[in-house]
């Protein structure tokens, strides 16, 4: 298996927290390699940890997703002990960090909490949400190891730019925050419909933005890191879609869907 020098990821970050005071990181270090620091080999049970050794060190906003789907069946989230189910960085991340959106499936961990209100975020792709506040600041958004297609920022600019193929549906139930403080109420996915036929397919937009600059790239082991700012992506995307407003999905749909009366329904 490739190798590569966790040095790398870090002299990356080094350089991108001179100009980005918020950092949003998807990540997929499996797909990496196998890491070395200073020239030797980091054992497995240390990987993780070499990592957040560096990402303490950072000025800078640094924000991971901790998303968890279990919401909609069990109506319950605790988010002291809810587990991130998007990577085992960002369930080590959670641990260490002091603070998480309020959000049953759509939370993020930060290091300082600058972007996180200190409010449940009932709706978390609309209104003064995390990602609003993300592109306010003009964050920087890295993918180590993971294209797009794990974008959540790409769900919220659908919904800023009113999308017809998806549609806010609400889930009832309680979230407690790391504070132990209860909310109760509707907790929104912005969603597909539930039986598979309007299909998402990232890859074009992704072609597109690599060609115009607004996606950049750097190699790194087995695998690539991709990075863009978010005002830049947001104009790109909302031009885009202009021209064509079907390009993120596999197909254009034969219709569209809505959330009726406690059921998915198809429009007619």
């Given at each position: 298996?490739?190798?590569?020098?966790?040095?790398?990821?870090?002299?990356?970050?080094?350089?991108?927290?001179?100009?980005?005071?918020?950092?949003?990181?998807?990540?997929?270090?499996?797909?990496?390699?196998?890491?070395?620091?200073?020239?030797?080999?980091?054992?497995?049970?240390?990987?993780?940890?070499?990592?957040?050794?560096?990402?303490?060190?950072?000025?800078?906003?640094?924000?991971?997703?901790?998303?968890?789907?279990?919401?909609?069946?069990?109506?319950?989230?605790?988010?002291?002990?809810?587990?991130?189910?998007?990577?085992?960085?960002?369930?080590?991340?959670?641990?260490?960090?002091?603070?998480?959106?309020?959000?049953?499936?759509?939370?993020?961990?930060?290091?300082?909490?600058?972007?996180?209100?200190?409010?449940?975020?009932?709706?978390?792709?609309?209104?003064?949400?995390?990602?609003?506040?993300?592109?306010?600041?003009?964050?920087?958004?890295?993918?180590?190891?993971?294209?797009?297609?794990?974008?959540?920022?790409?769900?919220?600019?659908?919904?800023?730019?009113?999308?017809?193929?998806?549609?806010?549906?609400?889930?009832?139930?309680?979230?407690?925050?790391?504070?132990?403080?209860?909310?109760?109420?509707?907790?929104?996915?912005?969603?597909?419909?539930?039986?598979?036929?309007?299909?998402?397919?990232?890859?074009?937009?992704?072609?597109i933005l690599l060609s115009l600059g607004v996606i950049k790239i750097q190699k790194i082991g087995a695998s690539?890191?991709?990075?863009?700012?978010?005002?830049?992506?947001?104009?790109?995307?909302?031009?885009?879609?202009?021209?064509?407003?079907?390009?993120?999905?596999?197909?254009?749909?034969?219709?569209?869907?809505?959330?009726?009366?406690?059921?998915?329904?198809?429009?007619?």
């Amino acid at each position: 298996m490739k190798t590569y020098a966790i040095e790398e990821f870090e002299t990356f970050l080094k350089i991108q927290t001179k100009d980005s005071k918020n950092i949003l990181i998807h990540s997929a270090i499996a797909n990496l390699g196998i890491p070395t620091k200073k020239d030797k080999k980091i054992s497995p049970q240390n990987i993780i940890n070499s990592y957040l050794e560096f990402l303490s060190k950072c000025k800078s906003e640094i924000l991971m997703p901790s998303f968890n789907y279990d919401f909609p069946k069990s109506a319950f989230a605790d988010l002291r002990t809810l587990p991130s189910e998007v990577g085992s960085l960002t369930e080590a991340y959670r641990i260490t960090t002091k603070y998480r959106s309020i959000h049953p499936m759509f939370s993020f961990n930060s290091n300082n909490g600058e972007s996180i209100d200190k409010n449940a975020e009932y709706n978390p792709f609309l209104g003064d949400c995390v990602y609003q506040r993300l592109l306010n600041s003009n964050a920087l958004m890295i993918f180590l190891g993971i294209d797009i297609r794990v974008c959540t920022f790409m769900m919220f600019l659908e919904a800023k730019l009113k999308v017809k193929y998806r549609y806010f549906k609400p889930f009832f139930g309680e979230v407690i925050d790391l504070q132990g403080v209860s909310y109760k109420g509707e907790f929104y996915h912005f969603c597909l419909p539930p039986n598979g036929e309007i299909k998402v397919d990232y890859s074009k937009m992704f072609k597109i933005l690599l060609s115009l600059g607004v996606i950049k790239i750097q190699k790194i082991g087995a695998s690539f890191i991709y990075y863009f700012k978010a005002k830049e992506f947001y104009q790109a995307i909302k031009q885009e879609l202009y021209k064509s407003p079907f390009l993120l999905l596999k197909e254009p749909p034969k219709r569209f869907w809505t959330f009726k009366e406690g059921i998915d329904t198809p429009l007619s």
